[in-house]
């Protein structure tokens, strides 16, 4: 199989500028408490703070994780403003 570029796509690819995805309900919910849970375990590596952030994730109600999910949607849509050319 032959993985070659040509090379103008990769260089009109490589100059363009990367546009970050919107970040999701549970992205949301980790950069909010990820300094909390941190300063909770010091000598806890982002590994193990990752871990204990999924399982907070995945104990909230369903009230809780709503506000995160309304959250993102309202970004998301901030985002599709911003960069309308990207989400076709």
């Not at 375990?41 to 994780?65: A, C, F, H, Q, V």
Request: some cysteine; hydrophobic content about 25%.
């Amino acid at each position: 199989m032959n993985y070659c570029i040509k090379r103008e796509f990769y260089d009109e690819v490589k100059d363009k500028p990367k546009i970050p995805r919107p970040p999701n309900a549970f992205m949301l919910y980790a950069n909010e408490n990820r300094k909390k849970m941190s300063q909770l375990y010091p000598t806890e590596s982002n590994k193990d703070i990752s871990k204990r952030l999924g399982n907070g994730w995945k104990s909230l109600n369903e009230d809780e994780r709503k506000k995160f999910f309304e959250k993102a949607r309202a970004i998301g849509l901030q985002h599709k403003k911003e960069y309308p050319g990207v989400h076709e």
